[in-house]
């Protein structure tokens, strides 16, 4: 497998060379929004550590990311009223990997409610509002 990348996207944003609106951190991992949302609240986990996917990730990485995953999967069904959520995680390119350091997007869902179509960028105004009412969420 390729080498993990430290210049991909989102150690830029770990390092923070390139800003992001982040949600939640602890001394593991990071939630931020994705800036493409697929459903309002669309956001991503990933370990502040280095790892290209589950490909390569250890025990603890994922340990650490899905503890966090579900507390943001949580507190977006809570924030939203959602009727469900989706977790998604994508592993190498033909996997339908764009980002190559490990994460999950979070999706509040609806019933009877499509994601929209990817590559759409969202509103930031938006995108930051959302936020606001995850971390309330999050107490
Ligand atoms: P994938 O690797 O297929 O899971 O897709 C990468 C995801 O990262 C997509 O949903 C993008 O919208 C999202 N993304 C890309 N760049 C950024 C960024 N700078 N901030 C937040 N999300 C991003």
Do not use: W
Not at 129 to 138: C, D, F, P, R, Y
């Amino acid at each position: 497998m390729t080498a993990y990348d430290p210049d991909n996207i989102f150690a830029k944003i770990l390092r923070g060379e390139i800003p992001s609106t982040r949600v939640y951190e602890d001394d593991e991992t990071l939630a931020f929004m994705d800036i493409m949302p697929r459903s309002d609240g669309h956001l991503l986990v990933i370990p502040k550590t280095p790892c290209r996917n589950l490909l390569d990730a250890s025990p603890e990485q994922l340990a650490s990311v899905m503890t966090t995953v579900q507390k943001l999967a949580r507190a977006v069904v809570k924030a939203f009223d959602a009727d469900g959520v989706t977790v998604q995680q994508f592993n190498e390119a033909a996997g339908g990997q764009e980002v190559f350091h490990l994460h999950f997007h979070i999706l509040p869902r609806y019933e009877g409610v499509s994601v929209r179509p990817p590559g759409n960028m969202g509103d930031f105004d938006l995108i930051a509002e959302h936020a606001e009412k995850i971390k309330g969420a999050l107490g």
